[in-house]
């Protein structure tokens, strides 16, 4: 059992929790993912670890309520516990080996959307840790939906905030607005780390496949195990087929085919819809006819 | 008793029309008249070739007379000497090949119905709690066993039979390795069975620590360096599943066996109140012909699918099980033989519409000694299916081997290993099962995990 020692609402739909987890939090590092199964009838949700604690033995996630299991995960409170909590997963990013020097001298750009907001900040934070001064991108819908500005802005070196609505920061896209860093204000990146909705990260890599700036993304398919076990998370990734949880989640995103990646991530949607049926409208959802069955 | 010496006493199993849509165990097994009766059929040979067959060497005519006597316990006991998870094996085991396979009854008439005995009595001694285990004292030593499949089960029962302190790291939140996430519930019950057998392992001393993924959590060697172990066995199965390779594989609505059977089994996503979803369409064709196969192609049937199994060879290469080729077959499951997928089809947003195949025919036999199957020229046509599940074999993952310096695999990604210790190029470090031979059976990695105790025990109480 993995206690939940803090909760805080970040934003509308917004989550963080720190789970007590010492293993984990002792392995952890920027770029890797846990999973978690709130009960003994729950699914494994994958979540990417946004902070960890090694002397305390606690590992942050954050996390947006989309569907059934993430609605039932924002109702656990602090002293509860979650039955299982695994990590951590998937790949470190790949700065973590990299030779310190070399990475200073780099102009990294980090670009986060949404609630990959979260997965970006271990890492900007990491950066920050190392003396390496980052420039950040969030984009988000409107101010209302942005996470972690205070914590961001502690560890970046500029943080720039895109609304899609304007209500705050620049209006736009995060696209428009690295467009107009790179070509209105002359700002060079030798690396983008993109992370956010597969669509972001689509239309952000081909942006820096014109710019020319190489580009990481972190992908999160549809995963059971996280092991590598069932291939559920399979990407398709420079023509080559590779299972995002144990080679991944971090890819090189111009060789990422993200149309597939995207169709792939809507497959348990019908199911799924009928799960949040059967929650609204409970038992009146077995009603003859019904053709969800 | 009357008893025909050279026709099986027959065992009652469900209904194929009712099973095929629920899943509840298929075989009921014997009743104890009928254990007895079927007991009575063995000859108690003095040289019994049936033993020489069974990879853990059970005493067979000894267990065999006492449940002929009524002596239920005592079998058991004859049993538990040589087997931790009789339940498991009486219904797993190819016994047709192994101990059943050279029974001299076999030989004008049927051999005895070893296997259908094993798990009477396995059964027998659960439902009267009878206590199997004896434990030496603790002697202060520990060891550490990746995974809880049936290799790491053993292994870790033996040696705190032996009074070693036994820890198991287990990557997945349940313990058991394909007797959980794999085989599924109507062939193998989970919670009066598999649970069982777990927790006799338990009940020995022995620590199973679930969601701890050995080359991620920690290492091996933060296991023998930090955390104070003095062994290591690694069984960690050969859990990785292989594509074919052809256009549209990554289609919505292809599977690999391992995901669509861990869907059903480990996370129970067929039963109405458990978060996992599933998808199974109206018309499925599971690509293989072995066990894996026949199991996703039964469970795919109990979830209302129509099913076809394709294999690119003919029914007697079929690798799987005689008596699971026969219960598909009863249940409804089609079977194309000779047959082989080239393309996957899918629609504009991804979906599998049909699959496109070739016919096979055989022709001389190649280097497994199997006629090796060729195409029939222009004999492509499109199957009508919704769902694809590739049940083409695993490999061992990398996970661990990529993290342990110095431990040494061969091509097949396997790790190398002593045939009769287990001992790795490493060290301390011992491993045995699907993880050291590619994909094979229970009772094979059971035994591996016994020679490997063994080993370890020799080795330690040296050192
Ligand atoms: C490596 C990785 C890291 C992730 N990190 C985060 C994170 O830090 N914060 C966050 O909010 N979300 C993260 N996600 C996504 C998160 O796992 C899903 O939002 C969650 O599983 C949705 O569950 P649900 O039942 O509430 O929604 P559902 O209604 O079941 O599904 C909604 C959508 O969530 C996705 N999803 C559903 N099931 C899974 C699954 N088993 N695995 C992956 N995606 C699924 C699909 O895109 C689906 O269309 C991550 C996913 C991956 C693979
Ligand atoms: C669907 C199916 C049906 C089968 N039917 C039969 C049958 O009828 N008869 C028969 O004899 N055999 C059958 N087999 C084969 C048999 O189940 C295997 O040969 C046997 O389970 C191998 O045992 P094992 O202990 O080596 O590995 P496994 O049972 O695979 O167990 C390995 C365990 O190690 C864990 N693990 C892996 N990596 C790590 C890690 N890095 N850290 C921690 N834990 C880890 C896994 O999660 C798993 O729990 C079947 C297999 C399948 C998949
Ligand atoms: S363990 Fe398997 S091979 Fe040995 S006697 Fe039992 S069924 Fe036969
Ligand atoms: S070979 Fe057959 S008849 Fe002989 S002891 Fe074994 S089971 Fe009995
Ligand atoms: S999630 Fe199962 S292999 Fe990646
Ligand atoms: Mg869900």
Known sequence: MYKIVNKRQLGSQIYLMDIEAPRVAKSANPGQFVIVKMDEKGERIPLTICDYDRDLGTVTIV?????????????????????????????????????????????????????????????????FNNDIKVDVIIGTRTKDTLILEDEMKAVAGELYIATD????????????????????EGKKYDLVVAIGPMIMMKFVCQLTKELNIPTVVSLNPIMVDGTGMCGACRVTVGNEVKFACVDGPEFDGHLVNFDEAMRRQAMYKTEEGRAILKIEEGDTHHRPGCDCE | MAVDRMVRTPISEQDPKVRATNFDEVCLGYTEEEAIKEASRCLNCKKPLCVSQCPVTIDIPTFIQYVKE?????????????????????????????????????????????????????????????????????????????????????????????????????????????????????????????????????????????????????????????????????????????????????????????????????????????????????????????????????????????????????????????????????????????????????????????????????GEPDASGRRRPMEVAGSEFIMDVDTVIMSLGTSPNPLITSTTEGLKTNKWQCIVADEETGLTSRDRVYAGGDAVSGAATVILAMGAGKKAAKAIDDFLSKN
Not at chain 1, 165 to 184: H, P, R
Not at chain 2, 181 to 204: A, C, M, Q, S, W
Not at chain 2, 313 to 335: C, D, M, Q, T, Y
Request: charged share 25%; net charge negative.
């Open chain 1, 63 to 127: 996390f947006q309520t989309l569907g059934e299991s993430t609605k039932k995960m924002a109702q656990y409170e602090e002293g509860e516990f979650f039955s299982d909590f695994v990590g951590p997963l998937g790949m470190p990013s790949e700065f973590v080996k990299e030779d310190i020097d070399e990475l200073r001298k780099k102009n990294i750009l980090f670009i986060a959307g949404g609630v990959g907001t979260a997965p970006v900040y271990p890492q900007v934070k990491w950066m």
């Open chain 1, 165 to 184: 609505d304007g209500s705050y920061g620049y209006k736009g896209m995060v696209t428009n607005l690295l467009k107009d860093l790179v070509e209105k």
């Open chain 2, 70 to 362: 009524g002596e239920f316990e005592k079998a058991a006991r004859t049993i538990a000497q040589a087997s931790a998870l009789p339940a498991v094996c009486g219904r797993v085991c190819p016994q047709e090949v192994q101990c059943e396979g050279k029974c001299v009854l076999g030989i004008k008439g049927e051999s005895v119905a070893i296997g259908k005995l094993e798990r009477f009595v396995a059964d027998w001694a659960r439902e009267n709690n009878i206590d199997l285990n004896e434990t030496k004292e603790k002697n202060g030593k520990k060891v550490a066993v990746i995974g809880s499949g049936p290799a790491g089960l053993t292994c870790a029962g033996d040696l705190a039979k032996l009074g070693y302190e036994v820890t198991i790291f287990e990557a997945l939140h349940e313990p058991g390795g394909v007797l959980i996430y794999g085989i599924p519930e109507f062939r193998l019950p989970k919670d009066t069975v598999v649970k069982h057998e777990i927790d006799n392992v338990k009940k020995l001393g022995v620590k199973i620590e679930t969601n701890v993924i050995v080359g991620r959590t920690v290492t091996i060697d933060s296991l023998l360096e930090d955390e104070g172990y003095d062994a290591v066995f690694i069984g960690s199965g050969a859990g990785l599943p292989k594509f074919m390779g052809i256009p549209g594989e990554n289609s919505n609505g292809v599977f690999s066996a391992n995901e669509f059977l861990t869907r059903s089994n480990l996370m129970k996503a067929y039963i109405d109140d458990y978060a996992t979803p599933i998808k199974v369409g109206k018309k499925v064709a599971v690509v293989g012909g072995g066990n894996v196969a026949m199991d996703a192609a039964r469970t795919a049937l109990r979830l209302g699918a129509e099913v076809h199994i394709v294999y690119r060879r003919s029914e007697s290469e079929l690798p799987a099980r005689v008596e699971e080729i026969h219960h598909a077959k009863e249940e409804g499951v089609i079977f194309d033989l000779l047959t082989n997928p080239v393309e996957i089809l899918a629609d504009e947003n991804g979906w599998v519409t049909g699959m496109k195949c070739v016919k096979m025919e055989l």
